[in-house]
């Protein structure tokens, strides 16, 4: 029995790699994995790595 991992994943609305993300999203869902993705304003910077990382511990 194999089990899939959970992954957390966010970016900002001005994030340099926001297109990249939405690609990586969208493979991600075709392999049916336990994926959850957010995407809220921000931008590439700690501040938002810091919100990311508060939401991501607090579901799992």
């Given at each position: 029995m194999s089990v899939s991992p959970r992954i957390y994943v966010a970016w900002g609305d001005k994030d340099f790699l926001r297109e990249s993300n939405s690609r990586y999203?969208?493979?991600m869902k075709k392999l049916n994995l336990?994926?959850?993705w957010?995407?809220?304003p921000g931008s590439h910077s700690f501040y938002f790595f810091d919100e990311a990382l508060r939401k991501a511990l607090a579901r799992f």
């Open positions: 999203t969208d493979e336990n994926f959850i957010e995407e809220w």
